[in-house]
């Protein structure tokens, strides 16, 4: 078991992350506690309430189950939750448990960041990519027309519990997906400023085998190394001001690759993947990195299924890239590698970024 504590700087908020791999069946009574006499309701993913339903054993009338799907995470949904929690007559002093990946999770992070005006709200990640990332830090969000997570919220949870026999049940997909997310802090580690050395990079390379059986002590491991790295840099900027955006690496053609192809194509993680390909060979042509460290982030990525970008009209995603909320009148705030493990912000316009991919 590890006990891992976020302290946000800007409004001094803390609070814990409990990672381990205890029976399903106690999360319950150990979340209840947390909550004391405190009414709540249950947002849940329909396909993790198929599976774990019975046995989390949450109360029907307090449950609210959300189709799967990143189209989920949009305005319809965000308004039934709100009339859910206010038929459940939640008050100031209520909760939000999120149950599922990360989906669940933003949506209902943003529900509780503007019911009433702010209420406690408790993740439960079930997928690699929950458990590794967006359960951590705060980021709360729903999609528009326009665009991914265009509307939202920086609301920290009041505790994040991450259990690993969730995964147990995750597709190889949805898995692989996860992983996305935990090369990109490989890839950024250093920026991460974490006062001890992780060595993820290392990590995926030499237990890349156990991480893809998910060998339940290697999964403990590696969940503990990627959210210290989130941690480290929350604790330092939570509102993106600055440190935050190096965990936009890969992000930024992955949010135009997912608007490009309807949320439908491809998996969030598996557009970082590919995004974090599409950064590697921006960096290399801008003569940011060389073929060495080229190679061995592209080793790495193939180890874990990434080796070849899907093929699509650039000149279409790189266009769509300007609507990203990262860019601004200047251009695109882009983080490219510029040394082993580390990244730097640096400033594109399209009209750069098509002309170093060729177009
Ligand atoms: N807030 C943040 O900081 C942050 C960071 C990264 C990503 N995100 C967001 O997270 C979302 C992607 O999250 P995701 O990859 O978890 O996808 P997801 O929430 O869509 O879940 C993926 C699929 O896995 C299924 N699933 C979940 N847990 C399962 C389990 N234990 N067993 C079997 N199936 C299970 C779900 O039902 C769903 O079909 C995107 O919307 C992305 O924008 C947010």
Sequence with gaps: MCLLKVEVSENKK????HINNKEISLLKDIVCETLKDNNYIVVISKKVHSLYGKILNFPKERTFILKDGEKEKNFKNYEKIMDFALRCKLKRNDAIIAIGGGVVGDISGFVASTYMRGIKYIQIPTTLLACTDSSVGGKTAINTKYGKNLIGAFYQPDEVFINVNFLKTLDKRQYNSGLGEVLKYA???KSCQCEEPINLMNFLSENY???????????????????????????????ENGLRRILNYGHTYAHALETFTNYRKYTHGECVAYGILFAINLAYTLGKIDKEYKFLCEDILSKYGYTEMPKYDKNKIISIMDEDKKSTHKGIHY???DSYASVQEEMLTTEQIKVLTGI
């Design 209 to 239: 085998t156990k991480v893809l059986n998910k060998d339940t002590l290697t999964l403990l491991e590696l969940i503990k190394m990627c959210v210290k790295l989130k941690i480290s840099v929350v604790n330092k900027d939570e509102k």
């Design 187 to 189: 890839f950024i580690e």
């Design 335 to 337: 983080i490219l590698a």
């Design 14 to 17: 803390e609070y814990q992350i």
